[in-house]
Every structure is written in structure tokens, then in C-alpha cells.
């Protein structure tokens, strides 16, 4: 491959990519078009050039080899996305039954505006209901799958328990149908979201230069998960990373993670998907037993 090319791929990807499924979906938005099927299709599209391009300009090499995941990662990439529709139309019902008088989302503006609100809003919470799975024992559990994949690439970015998806988007979710955020700006900034998790866990040699520090991209989120758990106790932020410069866990990780490995030090972790999907409650089985024991 060219060096042109690469140079292309590099430091365009993302920009062009992203910018573009976003643009479209926006268009969509303003078009009053219904969120189902068109957006997923256009994140679908944004996620299939993600995975090819990770064949001609990988990160690693060896993180383009099946490590007997990708039949699990498939699983939880149609379970998750599929809860997360499912979480977000639920809360939407719930919030038709809040008093119109108690509705403080200001649907007086561009719908752009609404966008960047309903973006802020989830973003924080997510950054908050992720820092604490990783220090309250009983979300890490139900956390640890998404650790636990031993490569990053496209598709692990949705490896994620479905009770845990629920739990890390539904209290921004929950805050926004509330405040009577409408559903389909709710819903095309979680396509949007879609796609550019995909590119943070990409097995692909980009960069965004010093946005790196503002964006979650891949530069910085491979070190969070880095198989030394004490490392990886920064860089929390899904979409923006204000969040860690504000609250202390940023780290500017880029170049640094060399050959470092990345998943849990637990090499004995199921990795087929009804093994992941009952190992957070069996793990704290046996704590909460040892705990009583102990007692």
C-alpha cells in the first residue's frame, strides 16, 4: 500500500467517516425522517468501513486474528444495540407520563442545539455510571465483560453485558425523557455515538492529533484497557474526554502502549456469550459466600 494512502487512512478516517454518518443522520433528523431503519443502516455502513479498513492498516496484526471472539462479539453487538432501542423507548414512554409544565428541554431550539444538549447530558452520565463500574465491585462484575476482550477491534466495542448496557445509559436516559427531550434527537445521537465507538475500539492505525486529548478516540482509550488494571484507571469518557481533564483521569496514552496486553489477568474468563452473560452473577456468588464465611 501506498504511503499515500496510509497517510490518507491515517489522519482522514475518522474526519471523514464519522463527520460524514453524522451528517447524514442529522440530515435525517431535520428531514423528520423515522429513526428506524434508516439511521442504524447508516451506522451500519459507517461500522462496515471501519472493518475493512482495519484489513489494510491494522494497529496490530495480531489483533486481526480470531482469539475465539468474534462469534461472541457478534452476539453482543446484536443484544446490545438491541437493548439500548429497547431502554431508550421505554424511558421515552416513561417520561409521556411527566405534567408537560414539568418539561424543562428547551425544544424552542435548532434542532442542532438540541443535539449538543441531549450529547452533554449522556455523555456525562455515561462517564460517571462507567468511572464507578470500575470501583464499585457489583457493576465491575457485570463491567468485566467488556474487559475482557484480549484484542480491540470494531466489533468489541459492543461486547458489553445487556444489563449493563441498560445500567450505563439509563440514568441519562431516564434525566432526558424526563426534562421531555424529544426521542428522535435521543435516538440519532446514540447512532451517532455508534459509530464513533466503534473507532474507539478500533484495530486501526489513525489519529486525530491533538484532538486526541478532547475526543475519546483509540489513541487514548486502548491504554484503559490495558490487562494492569491500575493503569487503566483513566481515559473514562465515551464521546468526549472533558470529563477526565475535569475529574482527573485523563492520560495522554498515545504511543505508549507499544506491545502491552490488554483484557483481565483472570485467563480463566469465559469467552463464549452465555458465559460472560451469567459470570458476573457467579462471581459475586462466590465473594458475597467468602464474604459470609468469612464473617
Known amino acids: 500500500m501506498s504511503n499515500s494512502l496510509r497517510f490518507i487512512i491515517r489522519w482522514f478516517s475518522y474526519p471523514l467517516i464519522f463527520a460524514g454518518a453524522a451528517a447524514a443522520m442529522i440530515g435525517m433528523l431535520y428531514a423528520d425522517i423515522p429513526y428506524w431503519p434508516t ?25 486481526l486474528e480470531d482469539h475465539q471472539d468474534t462469534r461472541t462479539d457478534l452476539i453482543h453487538l446484536i443484544v446490545n444495540l438491541s437493548v ?46 462507567h468511572r464507578l463500574s470500575h470501583h464499585l465491585p457489583w457493576l465491575w462484575h457485570l463491567h468485566a465483560p467488556h474487559h475482557s476482550a484480549e484484542r480491540l477491534y470494531w466489533m468489541n466495542s459492543e461486547r458489553r453485558h445487556p444489563l449493563h448496557a441498560a445500567i450505563m445509559a439509563g440514568p441519562g436516559l431516564l434525566l432526558l425523557f424526563m426534562m421531555g427531550a424529544p426521542a428522535a434527537v435521543v435516538a440519532t445521537w446514540f447512532g451517532i455515538l455508534t459509530v464513533h465507538l466503534a473507532f474507539q475500539h478500533a484495530n486501526l492505525d489513525y489519529s486525530l492529533g491533538w484532538l486526541r486529548k478532547v475526543i475519546g478516540v483509540a489513541e487514548t482509550h486502548r491504554w484503559h484497557h490495558k490487562r494492569d488494571f491500575e493503569d487503566a484507571q483513566v481515559n473514562f469518557g465515551e464521546f468526549l474526554l472533558i470529563w477526565d481533564h475535569l475529574l482527573g483521569s485523563f492520560y495522554d496514552s498515545a504511543g505508549k502502549l507499544a506491545s502491552a496486553e490488554v483484557g483481565l489477568r483472570d485467563e480463566q474468563y469465559p469467552t463464549d456469550y452465555l458465559g460472560q452473560l451469567v459470570e458476573p452473577f457467579i462471581t459475586s456468588g462466590k465473594q458475597g459466600l467468602a464474604s459470609r464465611k468469612a464473617g
Not at 461500522?47 to 491494522?58: D, F
Not at 423507548?89 to 425544544?107: M, N, R
Open 39 to 63: 439511521t442504524p443502516l447508516i451506522a451500519a455502513g459507517g461500522i462496515l468501513l471501519i472493518a475493512l479498513l482495519e484489513r489494510l492498516q491494522p494497529f496490530r496484526e495480531d489483533w
Open 84 to 129: 439500548i432501542q429497547f431502554t431508550a423507548t421505554i424511558l421515552a414512554q416513561l417520561g409521556d407520563w411527566f405534567p408537560d409544565a414539568l418539561s424543562t428541554f428547551p425544544t424552542t431550539l435548532p434542532l442542532w442545539g438540541q443535539l449538543i444538549i441531549v450529547a452533554i447530558i449522556l455523555d456525562l452520565s455515561l462517564y460517571g455510571m
